[in-house]
Nanobody, 122 residues
């Protein structure tokens, strides 16, 4: 059974930083793209970052480009999201997800974790 466990969320002041982790178990995702999404209360999930299987390419929407950095450690079956200069947008739940390619990740991820909550307070 595949399990994705996100961690690292918390409360920070606007402008602060958080580093999220997503540990996968049950199977290896070394040949998959991995990504992060966020969801605000009452809204849909928003794509925020993706990394290809070899970690040679990363993808970000304009809303987070220059502030967020995705990375992965295939030996540990773990993907990370470094978030800097967080904006005071309230509380979001961050989810990680795998998919065969970065394009498929943005439209139909294979599975989801339970999420980790992050709040940037003004």
């Amino acid at each position: 059974q595949v399990q994705l466990v996100e961690s690292g969320g918390g409360l920070v002041q606007a402008g602060g930083s958080l580093r999220l982790s997503c540990a996968a178990s049950g199977r290896t995702f070394s040949g998959y793209a991995m990504g992060w999404f966020r969801q605000a209360p009452g809204k849909g999930r928003e794509f925020v970052a993706a990394i290809n299987w070899s970690a040679s390419r990363t993808y970000y929407p304009d809303s987070v480009k220059g502030r967020f950095t995705i990375s992965r450690d295939s030996d540990k079956n773990t993907v990370y999201l470094q978030m800097n200069n967080l904006e005071a947008e309230g509380t979001d739940v961050y989810y990680c997800a795998p998919a065969p390619t970065p394009v498929q990740l943005q439209t139909c991820p294979t599975s989801w974790g339970e999420g980790t909550q992050a709040t940037a307070a003004s």
